[in-house]
Antibody, heavy 117, light 108 residues
């Protein structure tokens, strides 16, 4: 069974960079689209983007100027960096595995990141 | 970007009743690219239906999906206590991937 686990700081100061890593276990990192989604408290889901195992990326245009994703296939990890954060970036951040059709079939448990001084 | 509008926002029903959830897209979405998720409080979303009508592994057959073009429906034939949750539709017919705002199915 594929499992994903997010890790990273739960508190980030305004204007700084949010950094999260997702570790994949129980399956291959090849041939899938490794995705980040976020959910502000009490609100809906927002797609941040994905990175293919080859390193090809696709970001949400609404966040593209601030997002960088990377992948380390040897460690079976992929990462998210979101710079210049504000309080509006406070959310539960999920990593997930996506099929080519966009179906998100495996999810991490999510990690709450709060932006506050 | 394709905007997905889910209705109703909240559905108040009793166990055993039928739930019908709607997802309307601002542009046509290929059926292969329409997905439904269930989310319970404090949990990550769970994949229910992919390709508009195919159940994911382990999903009971009381859940069914239908529709095409701009109108899609998730039906729960007889609500079980564990089905009370928020349901999201999602499309990836065109980038960016987008989600609907969700329908909360609550106990009446």
């Amino acid at each position: 069974q594929v499992q994903l686990q997010e890790s990273g700081p739960g508190l980030v100061k305004p204007s700084e960079t949010l950094s999260l890593t997702c570790t994949v276990s129980g399956g291959s990192i090849s041939s899938y689209y490794w995705t980040w989604i976020r959910q502000p408290p009490g609100k809906g889901l927002e797609w941040i983007g994905y990175i293919y195992y080859t390193g090809v990326t696709n970001y949400n245009p609404s966040l593209k100027s601030r997002v960088t994703m990377s992948v380390d296939t040897s460690k079976k990890q992929f990462s998210l960096k979101l710079n210049s954060v504000t309080a509006a970036d406070t959310a539960v951040y999920y990593c997930a595995r996506a099929q080519i059709t966009g179906d998100l079939d495996f999810w991490g448990q999510g990690t709450l990141v709060t932006v506050s001084s | 970007e394709i905007v997905l509008t889910q209705s109703p926002g909240t559905l108040s029903l009793s166990p055993g009743e039928r739930a019908t959830l709607s997802c309307r897209a601002s542009q046509s979405v290929g059926s292969s690219y329409l997905t439904w998720y269930q989310q319970k409080p404090g949990q990550a979303p769970r994949l229910l239906i992919f390709g508009a009508s195919s159940r994911a592994t382990g999903i009971p057959d009381r859940f069914s999906g239908s529709g095409s073009g701009t109108d899609f429906t998730l039906t729960i034939s007889r609500l079980e206590p564990e089905d009370f949750a928020v349901y999201y539709c999602q499309q990836y017919g065109s980038s960016p991937l987008t989600f609907g705002g969700g329908t909360k199915v609550e106990i009446k």
